[in-house]
């Protein structure tokens, strides 16, 4: 059982480049959740999937998308990085959205130069 | 909308002593969660303890206890016979539905 895995660890962007953070799970949890975290400040939510098909914008949405094609995965997408996208991205997921603990994956370090 | 609020930044105790922080939040929902999540230096997010609003009975986990005063929506942690691997970044954090709202999180360090 992997739980909640992310790629790319680190990423290195030019402002105007696009990329897509991967999350996957395997715990066959229906929620999932794209959160960042800048320098002294706690996690605040981009994205959220309550299923397969289903996304709705949290506290951050500009500037991100996504899509929920499958139960295990939930990617992100930077269409056009700007030097405030700088931040450490989380992916979580949960059982069912409401009240369960969310696990998190390791995170990825995005720096936009 | 949620808030949730840590007023102390940073803290340091003296290992195998307690030490406890404090957690403010602001909602008008009635059922919720409230949750205290470690991140160590590897920046892994680790779920040390979570509270139901409609139970009175402060929760427990070994070390780790909260006291919960719903009518002041205050919640916070306390940490008995500190350990050193106990130094990290805690948040705070609210749950209603379907967003979790994070505090700004407490700087903890334990002293040999």
């Known amino acids: 059982n992997a739980g909640v895995t992310q790629t790319p660890k680190f990423q290195v962007l030019k402002t105007g480049q696009s990329m897509t953070l991967q999350c996957a799970q395997d715990?066959?949890?229906?929620?999932m959740s794209w959160y960042r975290q800048d320098p002294g400040m706690g996690l605040r939510l981009i994205h959220y999937?309550?299923?397969?098909?289903?996304?709705d914008q949290g506290e951050v949405p500009n500037g991100y998308n996504v899509s929920r094609s499958t139960t295990e995965d939930f990617p992100l997408r930077l269409l056009s990085a700007a030097p405030s996208q700088t931040s450490v991205y989380f992916c979580?997921?949960?059982?069912?959205?409401?009240?369960?603990?969310?696990?998190f994956g390791p995170g990825t370090r995005l720096t936009v130069l | 909308a949620q808030t949730v609020t840590q007023s102390q930044p940073e803290m340091s105790v003296q290992e195998a002593e307690t030490v406890t922080l404090s957690c403010t939040y602001d909602?008008?929902?009635?059922?919720?969660?409230l949750f205290w999540y470690k991140q160590p230096p590897s920046r892994q997010m680790i779920l040390v303890i979570r509270?139901?609003?409609?139970?009175?009975q402060n929760a427990t986990e070994n070390r780790f206890s909260v006291n919960f005063q719903k009518a002041a929506k205050s919640f916070s942690l306390k940490i008995s016979d500190s350990q050193l691997g106990d130094t990290a970044m805690y948040f705070c954090a609210f749950n209603a539905g379907n967003m979790l709202t994070f505090g700004g999180g407490t700087r903890l360090m334990v002293k040999p």
């Open positions: 715990m066959n949890h229906e929620y």
């Open positions: 509270q139901e609003a409609y139970k009175q």
């Open positions: 909602t008008s929902e009635n059922n919720y969660y």
């Open positions: 999937s309550v299923g397969a098909g289903i996304t």
């Open positions: 979580a997921s949960m059982l069912s959205s409401g009240v369960d603990e969310q696990f």
